[in-house]
């Protein structure tokens, strides 16, 4: 890719965005904020990110809501789960509805770093489909 | 006290406990413990864990059917205060009555509800200044007053611990939901089946609430 990776990531905590934030730009990629669930939606259609990184517990529209819409208008979008609630049951749900992986917080920066090259990875796959097709 | 040394908070939770040390001696050991390199001792195999001794002895008759579950949460609680937050935390053991905490005219709180096959409520009271100095803790930021940001730390904290709470009660056959957590000031809680424990680091020291509905 000849440009910066760019992600989304909501997030209800402004403090948890901040610190994302600061992770992922120092791994070279833009970023993209949405607040709740309802804006990460939005700003998937607006802003046309490479990949997103989605909270579950979320006011007004919570990510697995969000998850569903997003897979359903975006469906090769690469979206990695970063949330407390990591139960087996979301767990499943998730990966099953097309999440690419599931961070329980705390995370840590290998984790992010991880999902990051996971992303990179799906979306530099997309690319030489697209080119191929 | 001061010359034995301690290699893990549990340890100090357990001379709490049994009366032989003074809050200060335990906010000394914790400093101590928080500056040593040594990897923290795991949990206390083949007995009675101190938290849950502590917890036990504060809940007192009314809570029965509520103290294994408050037992559970304050053990994860303070594990993930020393792991998580690298901030060893212990429970006083000294009960806390409504007008303690109606005498803490300023105030913040967040609580967080777990709701399902069991409803549990948890959160975090302190006095402003005690409040800042946890949420600069959490967050390791230099929080100058209480915003967002300061809210944000202790949500995240109550969040994190609630989330492996879950998955501690799913693995026990327990099925609960996180709700999105609150804040609030200047408030008196009145939760139901409300237990109300006095919480000390190194040097901060705040309350931890558990009940079985919203108290904010």
Same mark, same amino acid.
């Given at each position: 890719?000849?440009?910066?990776?760019?992600?989304?990531?909501?997030?209800?905590?402004?403090?948890?965005?901040?610190?994302?934030?600061?992770?992922?730009?120092?791994?070279?990629?833009?970023?993209?904020?949405?607040?709740?669930?309802?804006?990460?939606?939005?700003?998937?259609?607006?802003?046309?990110?490479?990949?997103?990184?989605?909270?579950?517990?979320?006011?007004?529209?919570?990510?697995?809501?969000?998850?569903?819409?997003?897979?359903?208008?975006?469906?090769?979008?690469?979206?990695?789960?970063?949330?407390?609630?990591?139960?087996?049951?979301?767990?499943?749900?998730?990966?099953?509805?097309?999440?690419?992986?599931?961070?329980?917080?705390?995370?840590?920066?290998?984790?992010?770093?991880?999902?990051?090259?996971?992303?990179?990875?799906?979306?530099?796959?997309?690319?030489?489909?697209?080119?191929?097709? | 006290?001061?010359?034995?040394?301690?290699?893990?908070?549990?340890?100090?939770?357990?001379?709490?406990?049994?009366?032989?040390?003074?809050?200060?001696?335990?906010?000394?050991?914790?400093?101590?413990?928080?500056?040593?390199?040594?990897?923290?001792?795991?949990?206390?195999?083949?007995?009675?864990?101190?938290?849950?001794?502590?917890?036990?002895?504060? =809940? +007192?008759?009314?809570?029965?059917?509520?103290?294994? @579950?408050?037992? *559970?949460? %304050?053990?994860?609680? !303070?594990? $993930?205060? =020393? +792991?998580?937050?690298?901030?060893?935390?212990?429970? @006083?053991?000294? *009960?806390? %009555?409504?007008?303690? !905490?109606? $005498?803490?005219?300023?105030?913040?709180?967040?609580?967080?509800?777990?709701?399902?096959?069991?409803?549990?409520?948890?959160?975090?009271? $302190?006095?402003?200044?005690?409040?800042?100095?946890?949420?600069?803790?959490?967050?390791?930021?230099?929080?100058?007053?209480?915003?967002?940001?300061?809210?944000?730390?202790?949500?995240?904290?109550?969040?994190?611990?609630?989330?492996?709470?879950?998955?501690?009660?799913?693995?026990?056959?327990?099925?609960?939901?996180?709700?999105?957590?609150?804040?609030?000031?200047?408030?008196?809680?009145?939760?139901?089946?409300?237990?109300?424990?006095?919480?000390?680091?190194?040097?901060?020291?705040?309350?931890?609430?558990?009940?079985?509905?919203?108290?904010?």
């Amino acid at each position: 890719m000849d440009r910066k990776l760019r992600l989304l990531i909501s997030d209800d905590s402004k403090l948890l965005r901040k610190k994302l934030r600061a992770e992922l730009e120092a791994l070279g990629c833009e970023v993209i904020e949405a607040e709740n669930g309802k804006e990460a939606i939005l700003r998937d259609l607006q802003d046309e990110p490479d990949g997103v990184i989605l909270d579950i517990v979320m006011p007004e529209v919570g990510g697995i809501e969000a998850l569903q819409v997003i897979k359903e208008v975006s469906p090769e979008i690469p979206v990695v789960m970063l949330s407390s609630a990591g139960t087996p049951q979301k767990l499943m749900q998730t990966l099953k509805m097309g999440a690419l992986d599931f961070i329980q917080k705390p995370y840590t920066s290998e984790q992010i770093k991880k999902a990051v090259d996971a992303i990179q990875k799906r979306v530099e796959k997309q690319h030489e489909a697209e080119k191929n097709e | 006290m001061k010359q034995k040394r301690m290699s893990s908070w549990y340890q100090v939770q357990a001379l709490l406990n049994s009366g032989q040390c003074t809050l200060e001696e335990a906010q000394g050991f914790l400093t101590e413990i928080q500056s040593s390199e040594e990897q923290p001792s795991d949990s206390p195999d083949g007995e009675v864990h101190p938290v849950r001794q502590a917890v036990e002895h504060l =809940a +007192g008759p009314g809570l029965e059917r509520e103290t294994d @579950l408050y037992c *559970s949460y %304050m053990e994860l609680f !303070l594990d $993930a205060m =020393a +792991g998580f937050f690298q901030t060893p935390a212990l429970i @006083l053991p000294e *009960s806390v %009555m409504v007008d303690t !905490l109606e $005498a803490l005219k300023k105030n913040h709180a967040v609580s967080q509800r777990m709701g399902g096959d069991v409803s549990i409520v948890t959160g975090v009271l $302190a006095e402003d200044a005690e409040f800042l100095k946890l949420a600069s803790r959490c967050s390791q930021e230099d929080l100058k007053r209480i915003d967002a940001l300061a809210k944000d730390s202790i949500e995240e904290l109550i969040n994190v611990v609630n989330g492996h709470f879950i998955i501690q009660l799913a693995k026990r056959g327990i099925d609960v939901e996180l709700e999105t957590p609150r804040s609030g000031k200047n408030i008196v809680p009145h939760g139901d089946q409300q237990l109300a424990l006095r919480v000390c680091t190194d040097s901060i020291i705040f309350y931890m609430l558990l009940a079985t509905d919203d108290f904010l």
